[in-house]
């Protein structure tokens, strides 16, 4: 019972198609500024205490695919809780193009504190590009001027990538759209449960089965690429680490050990997976180097020492442990030494995971029959609360930092995906409607445009 608890918040389906590429819009005509009486300049401030979303007017994308882009676009925005789209039906601008700018004042008059449109030109090669400009209506001055090229089958990817683009520039941190949700899938009933291996993007769309059925899955996990993930898998007579490459759709065992492994995650670099192993009635972390497949001993206090989480930087390894008598977080150096706690409320602790900022560790928390997902910096200190309820557990990193997926069952009714940002005013359920539990929050699936074409036009605004 005491490991269970402990334990509790414990493909073939990368893009095949070529790649993408993306490239700054300069290169079009620049757009020909409408007349207009000067606006007000308005300074918006999006942070953990707004109260109200950020005013975005997402006029239809001309060309073949267009109008659907936009819809993903405002699903996007208006799911990260910072942007409340206009209804179209109050524009009274329409027909944008990208050879052109906005009518100021025929925005500002609906509210629109920006004013994002684009267009999708198909090429003779079959691809399409997709160009896009976002504004700010009351400086009168281009804030993004950027262009992606990809396959027609990419459209919901490249409406996921503007989005990305859009968040950046308007909240100043990395999106997170263009990402994936590995999961465990849950099916049958309570005494007859199918578990599979499953990913899904994270608006919900495209949910992909990665297992059969014939293992149990617990704690999938990402690397630092979004194409390698680890998991465990328990059969009728064996319980075994495996790493996946989701391209490839080669899986490999790390090995047999002496007792059975589990709660497996990598390193912030790929290079290490840190995991427990229950050896002699006794469970206790240890370290494995991926490329020398050498494995380390880190702790063996008497008590459950499970789920280990690298911080970013690879130097410290928080886990949680009931030496003290109830399940509590601590915190070590990656080598093992310097072992100390730091959770300091009442309840159980488990199921940590170290921000990829590294400034907080998530956590599950279960006190006075409710459990909660909450966070804390590394030292302990500032621990909040950010959702809570009947019970929930396993909360993962959004990979900017700054939202985090866990799994959430109503009594008596199934578990969910949920989603909830870290002021906790953003709070719902995932967008994937279906059973699942121990979600993991890929990486991006690409890195950041470099170059978000600003300051590149005379209209742009200044930095």
Known sequence: MRLNLLLAGVAAVAMSAPLMTQT??????????????????????????????????????????????????????????????????????????????????????????????????????????????????????????????????????????????????????????????????????????LSRLAIVDQDGFNPVFLTDGQETILTPRFSSSPDEIVYMALGRDYSRIYLYNLSSGRRESLGQFDGQA???????????????????????????????????????????????????????????????????????????????????????????????RGDLIAFTKSSGGRFSIGVMNPDGSGERVLSSSYFEEGPSWAPNGRYLMFARQTRGGSTNLWMVDLSGRVIAQSAYQGRGSDPAWSPLLDAPPANLGLGQGPDSCPA
């Open 24 to 193: 700054p819009a300069s290169a079009q005509p620049a757009p020909q500024i409408q007349p207009g009486a000067v606006q007000p300049v308005q300074d918006v401030v999006v942070d953990e205490g707004v109260l109200r979303p950020f005013q975005i007017a997402i006029a239809p994308f001309g060309g073949p695919g267009g109008s659907q882009i936009s819809q993903v676009l405002t699903s996007d925005l208006t799911r990260s809780g910072y942007f409340e789209a206009i209804n179209p039906g109050s524009f009274l601008e329409t027909g944008l193009t990208l050879a052109n700018a906005p009518n100021f004042p025929q925005w500002t008059r609906i509210g629109a504190q920006a004013v994002l449109y684009g267009s999708v030109t198909p090429r003779p090669d079959g691809r399409n590009d997709v160009g896009f400009r976002l504004y700010d209506p009351y400086r009168q001055c281009q804030l993004v001027s950027y262009q992606f090229t990809a396959t027609a089958e990419q459209w919901r990817r490249i409406a996921h990538k503007i989005a990305d683009v859009v968040y950046q520039r308007m909240t100043g941190e990395s999106g997170f759209f263009d990402t994936r949700i590995l999961y465990v899938a849950e099916s049958g009933t309570e005494l007859n449960r």
């Open 262 to 356: 589990l709660a497996p995650r990598y390193s912030a670099d790929g290079s290490k997976v840190a995991f427990s192993i229950i050896r002699g009635g006794n469970t206790d972390v240890y370290v494995m180097n991926l490329r020398t497949r050498q494995l380390s001993r880190l702790t063996s206090d008497p008590g459950i020492d499970t789920s280990p989480s690298f911080s970013p930087d690879g130097r410290q390894i928080v886990f949680n442990s009931d030496r003290s008598g109830s399940p509590r977080l601590y915190v070590m150096n990656a080598d093992g030494s310097g072992q100390r706690p730091i959770s300091r409320g009442g309840g159980s602790y488990t199921a940590p995971a170290w921000s990829p």
